[in-house]
């Protein structure tokens, strides 16, 4: 079945740093591949996705690329602020099947 | 997107009583929505989808007499967890399906914290 693993957190870095938390995934077929983002108290919200194989997600300065050759999707920042200390999942869905298949997540806290 | 409301935003209640959960399409008729719940440190768990105008798909594991989902329109989907025990504490979250086609997206509710005593 489909799965997505994703690096364990936490991650502590410092402002300004090189951001990378790396994502791989098990599917059939052609999935669409999305990051998604939860800020303290605050709900899931969609960081950015892409839909088929080499699409470049991007968006607050975070970027992910679509491998369907490594079957990756590794989220990328050049240099975190203290406002990204979040929670972040890497998610998937297959096909014409509706439900998100969620990475464990990875924590990231920045500090100043 | 559409925009997504959970009420209440938490709740504390005692060992075997029920608490009811709802969620809103604010702006977006929603045919499909999700229940999670989410543990401490950990990933979301789908626990049901819920269909507007019939009956949940409960994921395996999931008691559907003990967590009842309710889609009575396109815009409110409630969930009630059931004679309430410590172990159903947790946060719960909804989403709302956007769009019929393969890429489809979900937007989240800010969640629930349901602490049971």
């Known amino acids: 079945g489909n799965s997505v693993t994703q690096m364990e957190g936490p991650v502590t870095l410092s402002e300004e740093a090189f951001l990378t938390i790396n994502c791989t995934y098990t599917?059939?077929?052609?999935?669409?591949l999305f990051w998604y983002v939860q800020y303290p108290g605050e709900g899931l919200q969609l960081l950015l996705k892409?839909?088929?194989a080499d699409d470049k997600g991007s968006n607050k300065g975070f970027e992910a690329t679509y491998r369907k050759e490594t079957t990756s999707f590794h989220l990328e920042k050049g240099s975190v602020q203290v406002s990204d200390s979040a929670v972040y999942f890497c998610?998937?869905?297959?096909?014409?099947?509706?439900?998100?298949?969620w990475g464990l997540g990875t924590s990231l806290a920045v500090n100043p | 997107g559409a925009v997504v409301s959970q009420h209440p935003s938490w709740v504390i209640c005692k060992s075997g009583t029920s608490v009811k959960i709802e969620c809103r399409s604010l702006?977006?008729?929603?045919?499909?929505m999700f229940w999670y719940r989410q543990f401490p440190k950990q990933s979301l768990m789908l626990m049901a989808t819920?269909?507007?105008?019939?009956?949940?798909?409960?994921e395996q594991g999931v008691e559907k007499d003990k967590f009842l989902i309710n889609h009575a329109s396109l815009t409110l989907s409630t969930l009630t967890v059931t004679s309430a025990h410590p172990e159903d504490s947790s946060f719960y979250i909804c989403?709302?399906?956007?769009?019929?086609?393969?890429?489809?997206?979900?937007?989240f509710g800010p969640g629930t914290r349901l602490t049971v005593l």
């Open positions: 892409a839909t088929k």
């Open positions: 599917a059939t077929g052609y999935p669409s």
């Open positions: 998610a998937l869905t297959g096909g014409n099947n509706r439900k998100l298949i």
């Open positions: 989403s709302v399906l956007e769009g019929g086609g393969p890429y489809n997206e979900q937007f």
């Open positions: 819920s269909n507007e105008g019939s009956k949940a798909t409960y």
């Open positions: 702006d977006f008729q929603a045919t499909t």
